[in-house]
């Protein structure tokens, strides 16, 4: 029987439309070695590690009259090189560009009838750089079968192409079910678990209210599901996206840690909370001593071992958590102080993964527990807060696609129905890299935003040296 998609799976699918494409992505660039690193040797590299990831090659099938959720079955007309494909900036190529190049990729839906992933090599850059631009939809990636394509062509040394003695056997699609057959079983599953019925009805639905009592249950009761503040966040949004970029030393971020208390992820909060104030201020609307922004905070907690699941992955266990960003408090430090408070509650409730857990995952997880975010924040009621922030931690050490070095991370995430803003953050070999979605009309000044980011920590930053 062909792999049915779960009733989340399948939601994401249903729910998507021409606003709110339901991919993933990244951006990472890497410093081009001497003896170069082209599109073929980057095709190359990525068929060698797609046998990790065998969902890369199936594609998504529904069943006649939606008797049943949707099955993944081999797409027996695979082309590695639609999926992988070449880019280039005139140039040299400036960040600029490529954040509009992202911006662009990122609206664009990707091909129902196909895999739901592509990933492209952007040449051009300055200084000998290229970059790779991911997209993968979230029906894909659970975290327990199936990670993101970018966690796993990347190594902790140069790879040397070993094609040659790889002893990877061919791949040979599996031959697709009929259509009677896809009926036969939706039927068989029907008899075997009524509520599967109901739970296929209700992806189809969109029962977003569902989601938002499952998530009121989730936290036990620690936060309440009362609508989020409206503002310039939470307004209709188009198909057409802006990409913003923003980068600061780890080694500052610990700096305010250490002085301050606290963790990492509430630096980083703070940062945005700061930046957020600003950035209102800018638009000249009223921020009053008591203003609050609500951030849905996706956080990895522990899980048992899922059968089935990919070796050192820790499970698809992420659960969001709402925070209320004080953005109408002046002091920086006063904002994070409240940011610890509220965050330590959390922390408490669940059995948390910490930072030193995650870096011990096989290959580069931000990409995977980033999709996983997006996973979870979607799954509720958008009514219920006014933006996205996930943040994970990556090595610490440099990584290398091929024998080309990673020299920054971006993560790209997408935005849900009526929210204009996304913020993905992933540290990274001493850097802290914030990658800023919003909805090209809404926010047109993304990028305003993106250099407040580096503003807010050079204020709490300033404290500190006092």
Known sequence: MPDRLSALDASFLYLEDATTPMHVGSVAVFRKPRSGFDYEQFVRLMEQRLPMVPRYRQKVVQVPGHLARPVWIDDTDFDLTYHVRRSALPKPGNSEQLRELVARLVSRPLDKDRPLWEAYLVEGLARGHVALITKTHQAMVDGVRTIDIAQVILDNSPYTDHTADSGEERWLPRHPPSQAKLVLDAVAETVQSPKAVVENARAVAG????????????????????????????????????????????????????????????????????????????????????????????????????????????????????????????????????????????????????????????????????????????????????????????????????????????????????????????????????????????????????????????????????
């Open 207 to 466: 029962d977003v209210l569902t989601g938002a009592r499952r998530f009121v249950s989730s936290v036990g009761g620690v936060v309440t599901a009362r609508p989020a503040a409206s503002g310039p966040l939470n307004v209709p949004i188009g198909n057409q996206r802006r990409f913003a970029m923003a980068r600061v030393r780890l080694a500052d971020v610990r700096a305010v840690r250490a002085a301050h208390g606290g963790t990492v992820n509430d630096v980083v909060l703070a940062m945005v909370a700061g930046a957020l104030r600003g950035w209102l201020l800018s638009r000249g609307r009223e921020v009053t001593s008591s203003a609050q922004v609500r951030a849905l905070v996706p956080l990895a907690v522990r899980d048992e071992e899922v059968d089935g699941a990919v070796p050192g992955l820790l499970g698809n266990r992420v659960t969001p958590y709402l925070v209320d960003l004080p953005v109408g408090e002046p002091s920086a430090v006063v904002r994070l102080n409240h940011i610890s408070h509220a965050m330590l509650k959390h922390n408490d409730s669940v059995r948390s993964v910490a930072a030193s857990a995650l870096l011990r995952v096989t290959g580069f997880a931000p990409p995977t527990l980033h999709s996983l975010g997006a996973r979870a924040a979607n799954s509720f009621s958008n009514r219920i807060f006014n933006l996205v922030v996930t943040n994970v931690p990556g090595s610490q050490q440099p990584l290398y696609a091929g024998t080309a070095r990673m020299t920054e991370m971006y993560p790209v995430m997408p935005l849900a129905r009526n929210q204009a803003l996304a913020i993905g953050v992933t540290s990274y070999d001493g850097g802290v890299y914030f990658g800023l979605t919003g909805d090209r009309d809404a926010m047109s000044d993304v990028d305003v935003l993106a250099r407040m980011l580096e503003e807010s920590l050079e204020e709490l930053s300033m404290v500190v040296r006092a």
